[in-house]
């Protein structure tokens, strides 16, 4: 059974420009979230999207963005970028919400 | 305060002994309690949910959860350098649609 799948692994990007990131849940899992990593402040929750209608948002400013589509594959946006962006995106699968979720290796963006 | 804590670490302890790993939640209608373990350089790996009070075992794990403490810890039984990594609990609260993550606990089992 594949595992969740994030695409790009790495990304660079420079100040101001936008990037969207990809995520292929484990087949049949239908709730996906989005999260934040860094070091100063650990994992922060962005969004939850289950059959295509965003049902949680973090804490983050409107650049972040995200939509799914339906057959579950999920992408987050996130525009005009800062420096201080630059994080591990990780996306987590779910059959529903508050089951066990399941990470995908995440995509490392760093701003420049 | 936040929703939820941990302790602060780090937390060393020798091979083969007892590793004992604690996280509190903030006082709100609480569901689902995971624990994730995440290797540096790589993403949250879950190893244990609970979903109702006492104990729940899997291997070396196991997992106890006291909902009128509001706490839930995770004891790693007969350690192994290989368990050297952060350890990260989750809650999912009732409707909320999301985990909310402790800031982790590295634990360093040494030889």
């Known amino acids: 059974k594949a595992g969740v799948t994030q695409t790009p692994r790495y990304l660079i990007k420079t100040r101001g420009q936008q990037v969207t990131l990809s995520c292929s849940p484990i087949s049949g899992h239908r709730s996906v979230s989005w999260y934040q990593q860094t070091p100063g402040q650990g994992l922060q929750f962005l969004f939850e999207y289950f059959s295509e209608t965003q049902r949680n948002k973090g804490n983050f400013p409107g650049r972040f963005s995200g939509r799914q589509f339906s057959n579950s594959r999920s992408e987050m946006n996130v525009s005009t970028l800062e420096l201080g962006d630059s994080a591990l995106y990780l996306c987590?699968?779910?059959?529903?919400?508050?089951?066990?979720?399941?990470f995908g290796q995440g995509t490392r963006l760093t701003v420049v | 305060q936040k929703e939820v804590e941990q302790n602060s670490g780090p937390l060393s302890v020798p091979e083969g002994a007892i590793a004992s790993l604690n996280c509190t939640y903030s006082?709100?209608?609480?569901?689902?309690f995971f624990w994730y373990r995440q290797y540096s350089g790589k993403s949250p790996e879950l190893i244990m949910s609970?979903?109702?009070?006492g104990d729940k075992e899997d291997g070396r794990f196991t997992a106890q959860l006291n909902k009128a403490s509001q706490y839930v810890s995770l004891l790693i039984r007969d350690s192994q350098p290989s368990d050297s990594a952060t350890y990260l609990c989750a809650v999912d609260y009732t409707n909320a649609g999301k985990s909310t993550f402790g800031d982790g606990t590295t634990l360093t089992v040494k030889p």
């Open positions: 006082d709100r209608v609480s569901q689902s």
């Open positions: 609970i979903y109702s009070n």
């Open positions: 987590a699968s779910s059959l529903v919400a508050n089951t066990e979720a399941f």
